[in-house]
């Protein structure tokens, strides 16, 4: 069975500095690979996917993700963190035929200050 | 475009009372639903998943069932809520070929006192 890892529940970044978020996954397949990124009180929005082909993948406000199959990694990252990116960030790693059963990481929480 | 809705937003309720907590998709048909819990400090856990009407699979022997009585409603429920089915529950739905991107609910924060 699948599993992520997100080893930093918790990260504090300045407001401009760059930011990368850890994920490493367990699957003996080539994973699908997803980052999700929630809000206060809010549901999930998908920020970025890998299926397949080009192992960096960019995403949505300016985030991006490699995939590393020797480290079994897929960290993201964003080169300069605005006010807004405060948020939780969760990390999810699915199969082929696992339907919507994404299993997801426990989160890392961003605070972003001034 | 797609557009999921899912209430109430915040729900209290005693020990014991019944739970229905609804979700409905539209601008799409025949998608595959899920329902998902958020408890404090952990990630996401999948309870229930549905390909069709009627059709429900169940992730995790609980206190808590689904229906879908309609191909965009998903309904979850309880006949007597317990403590530990305090959460964060999210709905989320995903099309039949591109079944693992998922698009969530803004979910309900359930307290069971």
Do not use: M
Not at chain 1, 96 to 103: A, M, V
Not at chain 2, 67 to 73: H, K, L, N, T, V
């Amino acid at each position: 069975a699948q599993s992520v890892t997100q080893p930093d529940i918790h990260i504090t970044v300045s407001e401009g500095a760059s930011l990368e978020l850890r994920c490493n996954y367990s699957y003996g397949a080539t994973p699908y690979l997803f980052w999700y990124v929630q809000s206060p009180g809010q549901g999930l929005q998908l920020l970025l996917k890998y299926f397949s082909g080009d192992t960096l993948v960019q995403g949505i406000k300016g985030f991006e993700a490699e995939f590393k199959r020797s480290q079994s990694s897929f960290n993201l990252r964003k080169p300069s963190v605005h006010w807004s990116d405060a948020a939780e960030y969760f990390c999810a790693v699915g199969a082929g035929d696992s339907w919507g059963k994404l299993q997801f990481g426990a989160g890392t929480q961003v605070v972003v200050t001034p | 475009s797609q557009t999921i809705h899912q209430w109430p937003a915040t729900l209290v309720q005693p020990v014991g009372s019944p739970l229905s907590l609804e979700c409905t998709v539209e601008g799409t048909s025949n998608p595959n639903l899920y329902w998902y819990r958020q408890a404090a400090g952990r990630g996401l856990q999948l309870l229930f998943y549905s390909v069709g009407i009627g059709q429900i699979s169940s992730e995790v022997p609980q206190n808590l069932s689904a229906s879908r009585p309609q191909d965009r409603q998903f309904i979850l429920s309880s006949k007597k809520l317990l403590l530990s089915d305090s959460g964060f529950y999210l709905c989320a739905w995903s099309h039949t070929r591109d079944r693992l991107e998922l698009f969530f609910g803004s979910g309900t924060q359930l307290s069971v006192l």
